[in-house]
């Protein structure tokens, strides 16, 4: 299909029965802010449009994904059935289920073992990678973490990441080499105090502490690429894009 052209596939060492896709803004028919394969029901977008965006996404599938019910936290559930429930990662071992998560500047994780035997999909924005998401993704799924590879999908860049002293502070508190991923900005008119952080660096530090020493992807920005990506903080209304991961059956990749 033509969107498949603008999509993107990661290019990590995911064993053959291991899929993923990533869907970015283009190949879909919603109009308006959301144009145009926007796949969020809760962005105000006509829902026979998102409807229409999620047929032909699913056109790619071996099944109907796993939508989650995003809140910015740290629970972890296994998927099965069609029913939305609310979490901020899943996994599966079973071949055909997909997983999903939505985003708009937010930063996807997918997971996999070497062996080829889970997949795990993980919606990391600031507040659920600094509670810890990742870490508890790694935990729930059924190998050593040393045995993951993950790979770290389109979000918002680490020159336009503007956030103040709460984030730098929720990052510090759990671990001080964070300070690493922060940029001092010069201070405003109120002498308030900014900084530039690196979502793509945190994440890293972030499984490298849960034992995932396998991490590829990264240098998208979903904020500086209007025309491949939607974002929250540029457009403030708009679409969301995907990240997926399946098996494929044990006795074809």
């Known amino acids: ?103 708009a500047d937010c930063l996807p994780v997918l997971f996999c073992d070497r062996a080829g035997s889970v997949v795990a999909a993980a919606h990391a924005g600031w507040r659920g990678l600094s509670a810890g998401v990742l870490e508890n993704t790694a935990a729930a799924l059924p190998c050593p973490p040393t045995e993951l590879i993950a790979y770290l999908g389109p979000a918002i860049g680490p020159d336009a990441f503007e956030v103040g002293q709460d984030v730098l502070a929720a990052f510090l508190a759990v671990d001080a080499r964070a300070s690493e991923a922060f940029l001092a900005k010069a201070p405003g008119p109120q002498g308030e105090r900014k900084w530039l952080a690196d979502l793509y660096a945190l994440a890293r530090q972030r499984l490298g502490r849960a034992g995932v020493g396998a991490v590829y992807g990264g240098g998208f920005c979903t904020y500086r690429d209007g025309a491949r990506f939607f974002s929250h903080r540029r457009d403030s209304r708009g679409g969301r894009q995907a990240a997926l991961i399946w098996l494929g059956d044990q006795s074809r990749p």
């Open 1 to 103: 299909m033509h969107q498949l052209a603008d999509w993107i596939v990661p290019d990590w060492p995911a064993p053959a029965r291991v899929h993923c896709l990533i869907t970015t803004r283009v190949g879909g028919v919603s109009t308006g802010p959301c144009a145009s394969m926007n796949l969020g029901t809760r962005v105000g977008d006509d829902p026979v449009a998102v409807a229409r965006n999620r047929d032909l996404l699913r056109a790619l599938l071996p099944g109907e994904p796993f939508w989650l019910r995003q809140v910015h936290g740290t629970r972890v559930v296994e998927a099965h059935g069609c029913e939305e429930v609310e979490a901020d990662a899943s996994f599966t071992t079973a071949p055909g289920c997909v997983c999903v998560v939505m985003v």
